[in-house]
């Protein structure tokens, strides 16, 4: 796929050859735009500079399919899940994180990050069984939301009576509340919050089985990669680990001392922050980042 400011190009993976190019679509220098990796692929890409509209499209039949009025404010970000079932969607508000059906356009769910401030959403990620969707800002706080209701084989007959009296009062009291305040009332909270040790660079994030566990990945533009574990109970998730990537460039070609050839031998090029040289990566430790952002 080759993304222009004003048209969307289908290429051929093999040959490259341009199958199909959608014209006139709406500006979009931030690169909004997303592929689903299914068999029966969809693209979703801004309907509207001023709006946040969602414009679907069949990439298999080459044709459109429906419109989503995702938000009201124009787009910040777009998701699909792996299946392609389900797409996310973020606006630049950045207060409310949605969800839809992707072919019948139904919203499925609705999240709210905030309402204090507005801020710049940056990635939005599903878990590879569609049941978590996680969201990265320009803040430190890292959201993961719980789509479904995953039974927990510990609790799930835990507090069972009390969580229909919850159910019961939530129905009663959103039936007399205006319709702006039931949205507000029915929108669901963060499952899981992580927080970054610094702020101020973009990022992309994923959710990621490793070791038959969830793990949440930030990559950061300045090179770090944070790993969290996601908890069955939710909650404030504890960094586990924290990457410096670096790239290695060959050495110039000049008269040195000898030993240096020594000590570039015996490192990395991967050092810490207090300067000491790191353990080299697992490559089973980092699954490769689908679905990231550019």
């Known amino acids: 796929?080759?993304?222009?400011?004003?048209?969307?190009?289908?290429?051929?993976?093999?040959?490259?050859?341009?199958?199909?190019?959608?014209?006139?679509?709406?500006?979009?220098?931030?690169?909004?735009?997303?592929?689903?990796?299914?068999?029966?692929?969809?693209?979703?890409?801004?309907?509207?500079?001023?709006?946040?509209?969602?414009?679907?499209?069949?990439?298999?039949?080459?044709?459109?399919?429906?419109?989503?009025?995702?938000?009201?404010?124009?787009?910040?970000?777009?998701?699909?899940?792996?299946?392609?079932?389900?797409?996310?969607?973020?606006?630049?508000?950045?207060?409310?994180?949605?969800?839809?059906?992707?072919?019948?356009?139904?919203?499925?769910?609705?999240?709210?990050?905030?309402?204090?401030?507005?801020?710049?959403?940056?990635?939005?990620?599903?878990?590879?069984?569609?049941?978590?969707?996680?969201?990265?800002?320009?803040?430190?706080?890292?959201h993961v939301f719980r789509l479904e209701a995953t039974a927990d084989p510990i609790n799930e007959n835990e507090d069972e009576e009390e969580q229909g009296w919850v159910d019961y009062l939530s129905k009663q009291a959103s039936s007399y509340l205006p319709a702006q305040m039931n949205d507000l009332w029915l929108r669901g909270k963060s499952f899981a919050t992580a927080r970054l040790p610094s702020v101020g660079k973009r990022n992309a994030v994923a959710l990621s089985v490793m070791n038959g566990k969830l793990h949440l990945l930030v990559v950061t533009t300045d090179g770090f990669v944070y790993i969290y574990p996601v908890e069955a109970e939710g909650g404030e998730l504890t960094l586990l680990r924290q990457h410096k990537v670096t790239i290695k460039h060959a050495p110039a070609i000049h008269a040195h001392d000898p030993s240096e050839n020594q000590s570039n031998e015996d490192n990395d090029g991967t050092r810490s922050e207090e300067g000491q040289t790191a353990d080299r990566h697992i490559t089973d430790d980092f699954p490769p980042l689908n679905h990231s952002t550019t």
């Open 1 to 142: 796929m080759n993304l222009c400011k004003t048209k969307v190009s289908f290429i051929e993976a093999d040959i490259f050859p341009v199958i199909h190019t959608i014209r006139d679509t709406p500006s979009n220098t931030n690169g909004i735009v997303d592929l689903s990796s299914t068999v029966n692929s969809f693209l979703a890409y801004p309907g509207s500079i001023n709006n946040g509209h969602v414009q679907l499209f069949d990439v298999t039949r080459l044709n459109s399919m429906n419109t989503i009025s995702a938000h009201t404010s124009p787009l910040a970000a777009l998701r699909f899940s792996y299946d392609g079932k389900k797409l996310a969607t973020a606006s630049t508000r950045g207060t409310v994180i949605r969800v839809f059906d992707t072919e019948s356009g139904d919203r499925l769910y609705e999240f709210t990050r905030g309402v204090k401030r507005f801020v710049s959403i940056y990635s939005l990620a599903f878990s590879i069984d569609g049941n978590y969707l996680c969201s990265s800002s320009n803040t430190e706080t890292v």
